[in-house]
């Protein structure tokens, strides 16, 4: 199923350019801050990943190096390497895929709204040039605070006259990951059959894990609800605090964002499926950006499939994200609208 779609458009200089998306059954994959701690394993397992045609690294340091690395393992991806800003363009012209982990990560102390001052403005550049190059092109972004850099992102869009909230994803997958690993070790399952959705946002409080849910049906005490909910949502913080300054995580998260994009491509070639993510939502009154059970396919998402039935103490905990996401959503939107 390929398609070829062409995009017009009007650069900020007036000048007019056009970019060819790149077929379905050769998607290009743009991997920006692919010289990071996330970058370098994410580059190798999308390198290593045979559905990925085509891998462009972008860094503002080191894409060279990691370039000629991954490029030497025998596998299908063609790696080209691009650092810069002056070389943003090529790496982007005809992604089907944008993943961005570009930006700094926490030390113990911080929150991760800590980074927004740092981190705003590299997600307003990067999708101001996407929003230019391949508007069409799905977004995956992974830079913290995600609650935060999704809005910058889709404001960029909104901007550009190009957004279609289908498209633009914050990565919450590591969420899934953790929970599912946590439960399965916890109850003794089948880590590969476990299934947990993780709904509200990326940070603290607004991470919700929905244990009433899980697949296969578990039975749990509310003391191991409520501990198993504390340690889903302060997951990020442990491994900074493990990791004593030298950043936060960066394997699990590679693994994550390398499952993510499988599924934003298994979507692309007509392969749905279901993924948690932070998108445009309207399924919590007042919240603008929301993750759930999203139906991933060729537009990016197909359907939103809301929470289904909460337990009390899950309702309570949506509650309790509420005004967190109000704050971070309206500081992200606020960064570009001013
Ligand atoms: N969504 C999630 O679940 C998670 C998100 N993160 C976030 O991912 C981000 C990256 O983390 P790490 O890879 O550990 O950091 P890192 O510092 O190891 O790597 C970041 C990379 O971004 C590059 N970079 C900086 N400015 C750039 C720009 N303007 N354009 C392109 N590249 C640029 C740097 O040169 C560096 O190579 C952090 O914000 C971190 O908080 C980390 C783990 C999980
Ligand atoms: O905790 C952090 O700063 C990185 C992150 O988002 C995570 O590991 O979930």
Sequence with gaps: MAFASKTVFKA??????????NTSSAPKVALLGASGGIGQPLGLLLKTNPNVASLALYDIANTPGVAADLSHIDSKAKVTSHTGPNELHAALE??????????????????RDDLFNVNAGIVRDLAEAAAKIVPKAFVAIITNP?????????EVYKNNGVFDPARIFGVTTLDVVRSQAFVAELKGLDVNKTVV???????????????????????FSKAEIEALTARIQDAGTEVVKAKAGAGSATLSMAFAGARFVQALIDGLQGRKNVQCSYVQSDVVKGVEYFST???LGPNGVEKILGYGKLSAYEESLVQAAVPELQKNIA?????IKG
């Design 146 to 154: 995600v609650n935060s850099t999704v809005p910058i992102a889709a």
């Design 12 to 21: 900020a200089s007036g000048i007019t350019r056009v970019s060819s998306r």
């Design 197 to 219: 959705p993780v709904i509200g946002g990326h940070s603290g409080v607004t991470i919700i894990p929905l244990l009433s849910q899980v697949q296969p049906s578990a039975q």
């Design 293 to 295: 059970p999203l139906e």
């Design 331 to 335: 500081k992200g939107v606020k960064f």
């Design 94 to 111: 005809g992604a089907d895929v944008i993943v961005i982990p570009a930006g700094v990560p926490r030390k113990p102390g911080m929150t």
